[in-house]
């Protein structure tokens, strides 16, 4: 059952990402000369392109009434992520200070510089906690006269196309104890004849008085996506996905991982429809030990927009199949 909450989530999440797109746009709050001259650190770090994907994550770990999902839930450390102007409940703002140098160049205007390197350092404190934010972003554009062409982006340094993979630190301090996430992530899309995902890397780790609790690792392998021309900026609001996708979720304190794979075949999705309209998106998580089947798996077929078929595979061998 716990597999099955699992498969449940992420398949609502990750179609929802494909229906919604990751495409660039202004940033709320940002400021500067980003899209005309030069990227400002805030204005990466609100943009689109920054948060490509944290959307991803939080989609999967939406769903609703499942409150077995074992992904955890982030939102409450990513603040700064989403914007570098953020308050807490009690009027508290984030004080930050850092540094931008590399070539910042945006002559296409989609917040991706040249080859941009940004180093943070931002501070909180309410009445009740404590809490900082540390740490180092490379980016380059692919082709900077190109708002639709590949970029990369990592957590680190990047060094003839390798990722340092240098963590990312949040840090709270509070009376009830002290917490810290770790977070990496390694993003390498080219535009090839389709959109390549050369490296799709991100991870978390919490700890909690400086004791490992959770991670959270995703990995692609062979994603790629084949977009439609239709006209505008976005990338991935037209066309068709293949690939898969793995999500390990580690629980240090049980020494236990439970692993689950996405697997996209010809996914179509568009606009218009609204998520996908053909194709197939399969994800498969390994069962407990003793199970029936070594397997739980749900797979979805579309065969029009908003009509096809799932099938549902139990970690008791207990099996469905649904139309819709």
């Not at 805030?42 to 392109?49: I, L, P, R, Y």
């Not at 989403?82 to 989609?110: F, H, I, P, V, Y």
């Not at 004791?211 to 994603?223: E, F, R, Y």
């Not at 609001?237 to 996708?245: A, E, P």
């Amino acid at each position: 059952m716990k597999s099955l909450f699992l498969i449940s989530g992420l398949s609502l999440g990750l179609l929802t990402f494909m229906a919604c797109g990751t495409g660039s746009k202004k940033p709320e709050g940002g400021t500067g000369n980003g899209g005309v001259n030069k990227v400002t650190a805030e204005e990466f770090v609100n943009s689109d392109k920054m948060n490509t994907t944290d959307r991803i994550y939080s989609v999967m770990t939406f769903s609703p009434g499942m409150v077995s999902n074992p992904l955890p839930s982030m939102n409450m450390f990513m603040g700064p992520m989403g914007t570098l102007s953020a308050k807490s409940m009690d009027g508290s703002r984030w004080t930050c200070s850092g540094n931008s140098s590399g070539n910042l160049e945006d002559k296409d205007g989609d917040y991706i510089p040249v080859d941009g390197l940004f180093e943070f350092d931002c501070n909180m404190t309410s009445s009740q906690w404590n809490a900082s934010w540390q740490g180092t972003i490379n980016v380059k554009d692919d082709d900077d006269n190109d708002k639709k062409s590949g970029w990369d982006s990592c957590t680190g340094t990047i060094n003839n196309d390798t990722c340092s993979r240098e963590p990312i630190v949040m840090t709270v301090q509070s009376s009830m104890g002290n917490f810290r996430l770790d977070r990496i992530f390694d993003f390498d899309l080219d535009k090839q004849a389709v959109y390549v995902f050369n490296t799709f890397f991100y991870q978390w780790k919490g700890y909690e008085n400086d004791v490992p609790q959770i991670s959270v690792t995703v990995n692609g392998d062979g994603l790629s996506f084949d977009e439609e021309d239709d006209g505008d900026d976005e990338i991935f609001d037209n066309g068709t996905w293949n690939g898969s996708v793995s999500v390990t979720v580690t629980d240090h304190q049980k020494s236990k991982s439970e692993t689950c794979n996405v697997n996209l075949n010809n996914l179509h999705v568009s606009e218009t429809c609204g998520g996908a309209d053909s194709g197939t998106f399969e994800i498969t998580c390994d069962c407990p030990q003793g199970s029936a089947v070594t397997q739980s798996v749900l797979r979805l077929s579309f065969t029009g927009c908003g009509s096809g078929s799932v099938y549902i595979q139990n970690c008791d061998g207990s099996t469905q199949n649904i139309s819709f």
